[in-house]
């Protein structure tokens, strides 16, 4: 079913390019709704071209609307502020048409990660930034996927999250009758305990990661096994987060794992990967990776693998 790659395994679910036909309004009755897909505009419903200008200005302008049209969710990855700026002009586009029930699916919400200030200099980029523009466009509902802050739901109006028990769920079946689930931090139980108990795992060990204060780079981790704990040599070591960005905090779980001698298989479960450094370098410690494809339908990796609805 999945292809190998130098031993390892990146398995992800195809989550962001599911289309809705169809959705329940406010009397319970279907409406009739169309995709405008920003992403893959191939897949869209809703046919439109981009024009881009020499001085970096870019928009968009519809081709095509489809027959009926009741209601229209706006798709994007949102990976970054110029998925932003398409998203704006798709908005105004519809709204010069008159379509008034425009939502927006954005699985992954760029930002979460900034939701306070780190410096009084500075802004909380969620709440400052990228909070005040979606809530001007007034949709009528905001759809995303396991957000990496509660503050996007105080902050973004009308947010409604996807559960993520299909997805873990799902997980579970690729891994090991036989596993335990590795928390990168404490800051991360409450999202873990929920996770233990939609897989239905027990044991749960908290990792710690001490970081320079001056450089904030990690400088080492723990895995704290104590001399109780019966590690059984065949028990899959599942590491089990929301974002793998450049993938450090795991490979450094990874490497404090064997430091003290056990060789058991480490899996990666992650809601958002963006593997900014690529996945080459988690292979090199990860037995298998296991994410949605909420940020990228198409990974930069190009060895094939399959895409689990």
């Known amino acids: 079913m999945h292809s190998m790659w130098k031993g390892n395994t990146l398995l992800k679910q195809k989550m962001f390019s599911k289309r809705m036909s169809c959705k329940l309004n406010e009397k319970n009755n279907y409406t009739m709704n169309r995709i405008f897909d920003l992403s893959s505009p191939h897949e869209s419903e809703i046919i439109y071209e981009i024009s881009k200008f020499p001085d970096g200005q870019r928009d968009i302008r519809i081709i095509d609307l489809p027959i009926p049209i009741e209601s229209v969710t706006i798709t994007s990855h949102f990976q970054s502020f110029a998925d932003l700026e398409f998203i704006i002009c798709a908005k105004k586009c519809l709204d010069g048409i008159g ?21 009084r200099e500075g802004t909380s980029y969620l709440r400052d930034v990228i909070a005040p523009i979606i809530n001007s466009m ?28 299909p997805f873990y769920t799902w997980a579970k079946t690729l891994l090991s009758e ?132």
């Open 138 to 165: 007034k949709f009528e509902h905001v759809t995303c996927f396991d957000p990496h802050s509660d503050v996007c739901e105080a902050v973004i109006n009308n947010l409604f999250k996807l559960s993520t028990t």
């Open 99 to 119: 379509i008034k029930d425009v939502s927006l699916f954005i699985p992954y919400v760029l930002g979460a990660r900034s939701d306070r200030k780190f410096f």
């Open 178 to 309: 036989n596993f335990a689930i590795l928390s990168p931090d404490a800051g991360a139980l409450k999202k873990i305990y929920d996770v233990a108990k939609i897989m239905d795992c027990e044991r749960i060990f908290v990792c710690s990661k001490h970081r320079n204060i001056k450089t904030g780079k990690i400088t080492h981790t723990e895995v704290p096994f104590k001399s109780g704990d019966e590690i059984d040599r065949d028990m899959e070591m599942v590491i089990i987060d929301d974002i793998c960005d450049g993938g450090r905090t795991f490979t450094e779980i990874v490497k404090a794992v064997r430091s003290q001698g056990f060789n058991n298989k480490v899996s990666l479960i992650v809601s958002h990967g963006i593997f900014s450094a690529g996945t080459e370098i988690l292979f090199q410690s990860l037995d298998k990776i296991i994410c949605t494809d909420s940020y990228n339908s198409t990974h930069q990796v190009t060895e094939k693998y399959n895409l689990f609805k």
